[in-house]
């Protein structure tokens, strides 16, 4: 199979003063990467993630 990619689409609940950093983590870590974190600038809902198959 080969490998393939998406895209993850995250909302935050709460103020949106702040930026926020969320740490991922995938209990599939063998067959998903995902990043570390994901930043969620100052009044920004929503973060995209990238998410490949292995």
Partial sequence: ???TATTLA???NGGTN???VAS????AAGEA?????VTFA???VTA???VSTI
């Avoid at 991922?24 to 209990?27: A, E, R």
């Fill in 18 to 20: 702040q930026p926020l």
């Fill in 42 to 44: 100052t009044g920004q």
């Fill in 10 to 12: 995250l909302s935050r």
């Fill in 1 to 3: 199979l080969a490998a």
């Fill in 48 to 50: 995209s993630v990238p």
């Fill in 24 to 27: 991922l983590s995938s209990s």
């Fill in 33 to 37: 990467t995902i990043p570390a974190s």
